[in-house]
């Protein structure tokens, strides 16, 4: 296994291109599934989970191929409707296959999915969505088995807005008989991606980028071409980095309506923010004020930022609290920020963090992918040398971050983690 090594305490200056959307490029990377030909897809990251979905759908008959960021997929021969476990238990994810292969073969057997280590995402809302389409559906030796002579139109409406089921739903009805409206839909940018892929493939959709969608179904689709929007996330990452570094960095090819909460709430930790067009101008000096935040479906604060908002609010000047209300037990990174000298303490899904002076450097380790990011942020503002051992994680959704912080002037680098005999 590889690992960072972080020095701690360079600011950050210089321009760092953001990569395209894991979330969004997943569930577009099924979508291809619908209809037989040939789908190419620019803007692609290069990520550990874009080639677990990549080998998915080869295990399915897929034939794909990706050169730079451009990743082409050919559909004409998908001959198995099986998702197996070994795959899908190292991404969750994976369960976007089922909608997609409903939809088109009438059949699909998809294993339960896996993924991070902290914390269960059951798939109820995934299974209640495609039951209301018609689909019969049994769960038998750990695996999802649906099937459907046809799917028709329904109204769905989830009890908690759920990203997943809304893009799995969202996939099945758009071949569905007649009219499906999905009420409580996630407006995340991701499913707004989604939508607008397919209705580039002939798909009919209302409400894109409401908490409302309603789809008239169609009979075919035909592959289409598309660009990934920028990650959010990993946009959100940097600016992160750059609060807790210091410094004055730029990020292109990011859409910062998608951070609008991410942006507010770092001004409000006294972080100079300038949005012009696609780019981001972030300047930081200093330890921040303290602020504190509570996770939320889209628009409200990402549950994909908690991490790194916790590890800066470790430095700010006061008390915050962090509260996640969409994964109430995603704290596993407490516990490795508390050995870089964070003090925090944990009630219930809330984190009281108190700031600190300072955060000194030390070995900890990476459990789930944003855990990874916070601890790299950490690492990037303590002092002296901390070692981030279990990077896999963090290659799952950030493309080549310490060859990108490197650029940005951290003394940060990948080496091989040799166990101790």
Not at 37 to 51: A, E, S
Not at 229 to 237: F, L, W
Request: glycine share 10%; charged share 20%; proline share 5%.
């Amino acid at each position: 296994m590889d690992r960072f090594v972080i020095i701690g305490g360079k600011p950050l200056h210089g321009t760092v291109r953001i990569s395209g959307a894991k979330n969004a490029t997943l569930p577009i990377m099924t979508a291809a599934l619908l209809t037989p030909g040939k789908t190419v897809l620019h803007n692609v990251p290069q990520l550990r989970d874009i080639h677990t979905m990549a080998k998915l759908l080869e295990i399915l008959g897929v034939r794909w191929e990706m050169v730079d960021h451009q990743l082409t997929l050919h559909t004409e021969e998908v001959t198995k409707q099986e998702a197996p476990y070994q795959l899908v238990k190292t991404m969750r994810a994976s369960v976007y296959v089922l909608g997609p292969l409903l939809a088109r073969f009438g059949q699909a057997k998809v294993s339960l999915p896996g993924g991070c280590a902290w914390g269960p995402r059951p798939v109820d809302l995934h299974l209640k969505g495609i039951k209301a389409l018609g689909a019969n559906v049994i769960l038998e030796e750990g695996y999802i088995i649906a099937t459907a002579s046809k799917l028709h139109g329904a109204k769905i409406v989830f009890e908690i807005s759920s990203v997943g089921a809304t893009g799995n739903v969202l996939m099945a009805a758009v071949l569905a008989k007649g009219t499906t409206v999905i009420e409580n839909a996630a407006c995340e940018p991701d499913i707004e991606a989604l939508a607008n892929f397919l209705v580039k493939m002939g798909a009919k959709i209302d409400g894109i980028g409401t908490s409302k969608l309603e789809i008239e179904g169609v009979d075919s689709l035909s592959p289409t071409e598309d660009t990934m929007i920028p990650d959010r996330i990993e946009a959100g990452t940097f600016l992160v980095a750059c609060g807790m570094a210091g410094g004055d960095i730029q990020l292109e090819s990011v859409q910062p309506r998608h951070l609008e909460m991410v942006i507010e709430k770092s001004r409000e930790a006294g972080m100079t923010v300038e949005a012009t067009g696609s780019i981001l101008r972030l300047k930081s000096d200093g330890r921040p004020k303290p602020v504190s935040i509570k996770t939320a479906p889209y628009p409200g604060f990402p549950t994909d930022m908690q991490a790194q908002w916790m590890a800066w609010m470790c430095l700010a000047k006061g008390d915050s609290l962090i509260t996640d209300t969409i994964f109430r037990d995603r704290f596993t990174h407490v516990a490795e920020l508390l050995r870089l000298g964070a003090s925090i303490s944990m009630e219930a899904n809330t984190a009281m963090v108190h700031g600190q002076e300072k955060l000194l450097g030390a070995p900890v380790m990476s459990t789930d992918l944003r855990a990874s990011a916070c601890l790299v942020l950490a690492g990037l503002a303590a002092q002296g040398r901390t070692v981030v051992s279990r990077v896999y994680h963090i290659d799952r959704g950030y493309e080549r971050i310490e060859e990108k912080l490197q650029g940005l002037g951290a003394e940060i680098w990948r080496e091989e983690d040799v166990p101790i005999q």
